[in-house]
Nanobody
Framework: QVQLVESGGGLVQAGGSLRLSCAAS??????????LGWFRQAPGKEREFVAA???????AYADSVKGRFTISRDNARNTVSLQMNSLIPEDTAVYYC?????????????????WGQGTQVTVSS
């Protein structure tokens, strides 16, 4: 019913900013009542939660990114974005967006059943 494609990754210096976007195909994320999330996987590490946003607009963030990252959704454009500010080398990872058809908040990756292909974010020292 929906496919996700991330974009916006790249190389940025520490302290810089980057904005990731995830486009959903098919029906709008609004009509599909999608909970959306961002996860990341650094080299040699397991995938971890970054941020999530519910249909209501309620958001949740990992402690490591709270205050620096902002998740948002644009139902009209079928996108979910992650604004990343004050980037540090520890933010280097492949970032994935995920979706689940639910009105609730979803922060556990095992709950999501639709995933994008990922986009690389590299923060240099």
């Amino acid at each position: 019913q929906v496919q996700l494609v991330e974009s916006g990754g790249g190389l940025v210096q520490a302290g810089g900013s980057l904005r990731l976007s995830c486009a959903a195909s098919g029906r709008s994320i609004g009509s599909l009542a999608l909970a959306l999330g961002w996860f990341r996987q650094a080299p040699g590490k397991e995938r971890e939660f970054v941020a999530a946003i519910a249909v209501s607009g309620s958001t949740a963030y990992a402690d490591s990114v709270k205050g620096r990252f902002t998740i948002s959704r644009d139902n009209a454009r079928n996108t979910v974005s992650l604004q990343m500010n004050s980037l540090i080398p520890e933010d280097t990872a492949v970032y994935y967006c995920a979706a689940k058809r639910t009105y609730g908040m979803v922060t556990f990756q095992e709950t999501y059943d639709t995933w994008g292909q990922g986009t690389q974010v590299t923060v240099s020292s």
